[in-house]
């Protein structure tokens, strides 16, 4: 499917409209560059906008009295940012930030309201991916309470991996600590463990995943639980939607 340029969207959610709704929706889309770094969403802020991510990753943060964040999910072309102004919210729970820099499609959340009652195949698409990213973030919080740290970096890599489709991420100790929740002195542990196990390689601030299966084979089952919540609804693997050019 293609919008009004003729030129093919990356986002699996718009890829998948019938052309009565794209051409519905493709008035109100706007092609946006997204930057590392950039924060889309702030936690309390209202939702004006929702992002269908086409290339990149971003992590849904949940942020604490203290200030301090925590990753719970993440957002790639598979998906929505925002997407929960479709079940009422109208104010971010979470913060989402960029984890890479990549393009997206930005839309008035007013306009995608507007256009759900007479676009079942959106409407459903975007129920489904609720769902979906939901397993994620409960099964994050699983993984989180009962995991080692390298299988828990592991399922990480995998899922930034399966949105980025890039083999090498630049990643700082730091921030890894952020998105697991753990302190930076035992990054570098966990990382080690990975490395000698051959499934990565990990040298200043970037990690290249040598070893894809292998990778799989050292995380905890959380990845799969996820993944396969996604093939279930939506037929395909999450890696399917990026290596697509």
Known sequence: MSHSDGIPFKNRILAALPAVESAMLARHLVRIELSLGETLHRAGDVIEHV????SGFISVLAVLSDGSPIEI???????????????????????????????AYRMPTSALLKALPEAPHLRDLLLRYVHVFGVQ?????????????????????????????????????????????VRRSTVSLAAATLQRA????????????????????????????????????????????????
Do not use: K
Not at 51 to 54: P, R, S
Not at 210 to 222: I, M
């Open 51 to 54: 992002y269908f991510v086409e």
């Open 73 to 103: 999910g993440l957002v790639g072309a598979e998906g929505v940012a925002g997407v929960a102004v479709i079940l009422g919210a109208t104010a971010s729970y979470g913060e989402t930030m960029c984890q890479t820099g990549g393009g």
């Open 137 to 181: 973030v409960s099964q994050t919080a699983a993984c989180n309470a009962h995991h080692e740290l390298s299988q828990r970096l592991a399922r990480w890599l995998l899922g930034a991996h399966d949105r980025s489709g890039v083999p090498e991420l630049s990643l700082t100790q730091d921030l890894i600590a952020v998105m697991l929740g």
């Open 198 to 245: 051959g499934v990565i390689r990990y040298q200043h601030g970037r990690i290249t995943i040598t070893d894809r299966v292998g990778l799989e084979d050292a995380a905890c089952e959380c990845y799969e639980a996820v993944a396969g919540e996604y093939r279930r609804l939506f037929g395909e693997h999450p890696l399917d939607v990026v290596m697509i050019d």
